[in-house]
């Protein structure tokens, strides 16, 4: 391979690397342009069966700000409640996330979860 064949190939190779893992971190950050009310289904069905109060704290759009829930769903793997997130698949919990998210407590229409 002659320098200039080698700088391409090294070019190549890198721009595929970096696509890669871009792509890997875009995959995993929550956006708020998901299914408003399909998130609201999943969250009633496998969030508020706990969060009601009963068996963790009660939680509804409006118990958090935007902030507040966008911190929470970059850390969610801290949570103690992780295992029952991982039952959900990345496209619900990011419905979940466009629900909480765009009710948040300073958002233009907060909610309660009734
Ligand atoms: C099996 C019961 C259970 C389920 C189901 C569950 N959680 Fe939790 N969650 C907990 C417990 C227990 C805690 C620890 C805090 C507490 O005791 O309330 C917690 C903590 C949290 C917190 C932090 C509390 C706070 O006010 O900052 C958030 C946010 C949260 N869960 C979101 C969710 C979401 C979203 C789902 C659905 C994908 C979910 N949880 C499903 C039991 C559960």
């Not at 939680?59 to 958090?64: D, I, Q, R, Y």
């Not at 409640?81 to 959900?88: A, G, I, P």
Request: proline share 3%.
């Amino acid at each position: 391979m002659n320098k200039g064949k080698k700088i391409l190939f090294i070019t190549i190779i890198s721009f595929l690397v970096g696509s890669f893992f871009s792509m890997a971190l875009a995959a995993d950050a929550f956006t708020s342009d998901g299914n408003d009310r399909k998130g609201k289904y999943v969250f009633r069905k496998n969030c508020r069966s706990c969060h009601d109060g009963s068996k963790a704290v009660a939680l509804s759009p409006n118990s958090k700000t935007q902030a507040q829930w966008q911190r929470a769903f970059e850390k969610y793997e801290r949570l103690k409640c992780v295992e029952e997130w991982k039952k959900n698949s990345q496209s619900d919990l990011n419905d979940v996330y466009t629900y909480l998210y765009n009710h948040g407590y300073d958002s233009p229409q907060p909610a309660t979860c009734q």
